[in-house]
Every structure is written in structure tokens, then in C-alpha cells.
């Protein structure tokens, strides 16, 4: 983590505690058994500092962390110097998923996204990974950038596929194989 104050890292702090709580509950009750001031609640802070972080209580289980656009970052500039665009974005994208933490969310996830203004919410506030993923692209395959930006959004449906038909009740380790099946089923078109 980059140097920040004292006050930002309570700040992040109070954020990741209240989504944790927000994803905790939701995935013992279900999304309408959940208030605001439960989540509050089961953070330790009060409902105004609820709303100082997130808008709703979607924004709560569905916002991305404030650290995500930095660790894309990250994984983009590591992908850099290898040959192989479609090997970087599956590597990228495996790398932005991995996690407990980051599983454990996309379970709970999966159980609220049938819900279309949920899975529009969604949609918009991970634009940012698609966004980023295709200017890094289209920086690197500068001379084709018909297929740079294929790659990425090929490597979106896969990713959107397997959240898709992954069931949040089996395991959330079994999604990570599910997206890495979905690159290698696409990978034949970007040899």
C-alpha cells in the first residue's frame, strides 16, 4: 500500500469492514433481510458513517475496493513484456480474481446479480477493469487494434460467462477454473 495518512487508512479501514459486513449478512440472510443499520451495525460504526462511504446498500456489497484500480495497474505493468496478448489478459484477469476474499464476494455476487438493476450496477462499476484492460491493449498492439480490443472483450465474455453459469453455492474456488476454461476454450482464435 502506497504511504497514506493515518486518517486514510482508518477511512479504508471503516470501508472494507462495512463491505465484509455487508457481504457476511447478505450471504446469511439474503439481500432484502439486510438494512443499512445492520451493516453499520455489524461494522462497529454508525449509519452516517455507513452513508459517508456508500450510497446504498448495493454500493456496500457491489462498489469496487478503493485499492483495485492500483492492483489492475499493477498487473498490467507485469504483463507487459510478454509476447502473447491473449496469455497476458488471461493471466491479468486470473490475477485480479485470485483471492479468498475476492471469491468469498463474487459468491454473494452471483446470488444478487439475478437481479437486473443489481446486475447493471455491477456492470458499471467494473467498467473500469474493461477500460483499463483496453487502453493497455491498444498501447500494446498499436498496429491492430481491431484485434487488441477483440482480445479484451472476448477475455470480458469469458470472465462474464463463467460468473455466469457458476453456481454460488459450490465452492468459490471452483471459479477461478471455470474462467481459466474460458480463455482456453477462446485461446484458439487469438494464436
Not at 493515518?6 to 479504508?12: I, K, P, V, Y
Not at 472494507?16 to 443499520?37: P, S
Not at 491492430?144 to 470472465?159: E, I, M, Q, R, Y
Amino acid at each position: 500500500m502506497p504511504d497514506v495518512s493515518l486518517r486514510e487508512q482508518h477511512r479504508l479501514a471503516s470501508w472494507r469492514a462495512l463491505q465484509a459486513a455487508a457481504v457476511r449478512l447478505v450471504g446469511e440472510r439474503g439481500f432484502a433481510a439486510v438494512t443499512v443499520d445492520d451493516v453499520a451495525g455489524a461494522a462497529g460504526v454508525s449509519r452516517r458513517t455507513f452513508f459517508n462511504h456508500f450510497p446504498t446498500k448495493a454500493a456496500a456489497l457491489f462498489d469496487p475496493d478503493p485499492d483495485d484500480a492500483a492492483r489492475l495497474d499493477q498487473l498490467l505493468a507485469a504483463a507487459d513484456g510478454g509476447p502473447d496478448l491473449w496469455a497476458a489478459l488471461r493471466g491479468v484477469w486470473l490475477g485480479f480474481l485470485d483471492g479468498a476474499q475476492a471469491l468469498q464476494l463474487a459468491a454473494v455476487r452471483r446470488q444478487l446479480v439475478d437481479d437486473p438493476e443489481l446486475a447493471a450496477y455491477v456492470r458499471s462499476a467494473y467498467r473500469f477493469v474493461e477500460d483499463a484492460m483496453e487502453r493497455w491493449a491498444s498501447r500494446r498492439q498499436a498496429a491492430d487494434p481491431f484485434t487488441s480490443s477483440l482480445a479484451v472483450h472476448a477475455a470480458g465474455a469469458a470472465v462474464a460467462t463463467a460468473f455466469g453459469t457458476w453456481s454460488p453455492r459450490d465452492d468459490p474456488a471452483g471459479f477461478l477454473p471455470a474462467v481459466a476454461r474460458g480463455f482456453d476454450a477462446l485461446a484458439p482464435a487469438f494464436r
